[in-house]
T-cell receptor
Framework: GAGVSQSPSNKVTEKGKDVELRCDPI?????LYWYRQSLGQGLEFLIY????????KSGLPSDRFSAERTGGSVSTLTIQRTQQEDSAVYLC??????????????FGEGSRLTVL | QQQVKQSPQSLIVQKGGIPIINCAYE??????FPWYQQFPGKGPALLIA?????SEKKEGRFTISFNKSAKQFSLHIMDSQPGDSATYFC??????????FGQGTTLQVKP
């Protein structure tokens, strides 16, 4: 595809349920990021994948959050036992990963998660 | 820990005004300082970026001023237009690629 694609665009779930959010990055991009944006808040870093390197998971808020990236392409962010404070827009971004560059990130439109 | 601090949280200017958004960073190990623009319902998009060895960069009506010694940088929007109304994020990029964002500034340009 031409851009970063995320699904679902909207997800409403009940507290305690597990959810999976999917990201299809731009073809050929080696770097993939997940950020969380709560209402009126900034972009909170969650996790970063770069090529075959071990992911930087330093932003994951708890062990209920996990992410994987299969075949260096599609990524899935999983939130187990969802809580109301998990409600936010989850944004995925990809970049070419070239060292020394601007590191321009191309964002998807996000997955809006609402936990009732 | 918040490594990039952005202010103000919101800003209202009249058309033609020059809004200024400020950011400060706490870690010297950054190699690029980009600004992103986000419209409602969309993901952020790169607006302009600057390297730390440059003091100013201008692209169209958008200018970044960078003060390395003070660890501060700012975005100026000349002749602002209602279409510039959006949320603006400053960011700092680590050499390995990780991008840390500021808290964002919601700008409203009144006609």
């Amino acid at each position: 595809g031409a851009g970063v694609s995320q699904s679902p665009s909207n997800k409403v779930t009940e507290k305690g349920k597990d959810v999976e959010l999917r990201c299809d990055p731009i073809s050929g991009h080696t770097a993939l990021y997940w950020y969380r944006q709560s209402l009126g808040q900034g972009l909170e870093f969650l996790i970063y994948f770069q090529g075959n390197s071990a992911p930087d998971k330093s932003g994951l808020p708890s062990d209920r959050f996990s992410a994987e990236r299969t075949g260096g392409s599609v990524s899935t962010l999983t939130i187990q036992r969802t809580q109301q404070e998990d409600s936010a827009v989850y944004l995925c971004a990809s970049s070419s990963g070239l060292a020394g560059g601007t590191g321009e990130l191309f964002f998807g439109e996000g997955s809006r998660l609402t936990v009732l | 820990q918040q490594q990039v601090k952005q202010s103000p949280q919101s800003l209202i200017v009249q058309k033609g005004g020059i809004p200024i958004i400020n950011c400060a960073y706490e870690n010297t190990a950054f190699d690029y300082f980009p600004w992103y623009q986000q419209f409602p319902g969309k993901g952020p998009a790169l607006l302009i970026a600057i390297r730390p060895d440059v003091s100013e960069k201008k692209e169209g009506r958008f200018t970044i001023s960078f003060n390395k010694s003070a660890k501060q940088f700012s975005l100026h929007i000349m002749d602002s237009q209602p279409g510039d109304s959006a949320t603006y994020f400053c960011a700092a990029k680590k050499p390995a690629g990780k991008l840390i964002f500021g808290q964002g500034t919601t700008l409203q340009v009144k006609p």
